[in-house]
């Protein structure tokens, strides 16, 4: 079965600082990938996806996400973070079916940004 | 204002009681999901559906269950037999899933106390 691990479960920074949030996945086929972002009391929302192509993804509020394959990985970056980004981070990913048996998640990082 | 909708928002029970969260679709999705968040543990899949009236178990089906009578409903029973019920959970929908697609969007979830 596919699992999503997040490196980090809590994440503390100062405003202005760089954010790189690890996620690494177990299935080694065709997958896409996902982050999604938990602002406190709003819904989960997608903040960026990778499907194909260009292994450098950009989403919204700058983020932007690096697939390398020969890594399982999927790291969330920004370079310059701010107080609105406090929330909770998910990475998920689908597996082979393309995602008709729903997506497997990271436990989640919380980022917390210090003004 | 296409979406999501669940309700309701918070919801109290007594240990030994069933309790039916509703999960309404305007988005014409064919495939739903019903997620469950627990602090430190991510979401995981309690049940998915692909279509009317058929639906899938998840990794955490036991002490749940679900209809799918209609294209934009997708109402989860928590049953006596689910042994921790108290969570925050999480409806989802997607368009046909494939290898494109996958990505799911996400109603404001319902946070159920078991007392």
Known sequence: AQSVSQHNHHVILSEAASL???CNYSYGGTVNLFWYVQYPGQHLQLLLKY????????GIKGFEAEFIKSKFSFNLRKPSVQWSDTAEYFCAVNGPGGGADGLTFGKGTHLIIQP | DGGITQS????????GQNVTLSCEQNLNHDAMYWY?????QGLRLIYYSQIVNDFQKGDIAEGYSV???KKESFPLTVTSAQKNPTAFYLCASSSTPGLLGGEQFFGPGTRLTVL
């Open chain 2, 36 to 40: 469950r968040q627990d602090p430190g």
């Open chain 1, 51 to 58: 499907f194909s192509g260009d292994p450098l993804v950009k």
């Open chain 2, 8 to 15: 309701p928002k918070y919801l109290f029970r007594k240990e």
């Open chain 1, 20 to 22: 790189e949030l690890g």
């Open chain 2, 67 to 69: 209809s799918r009578e």
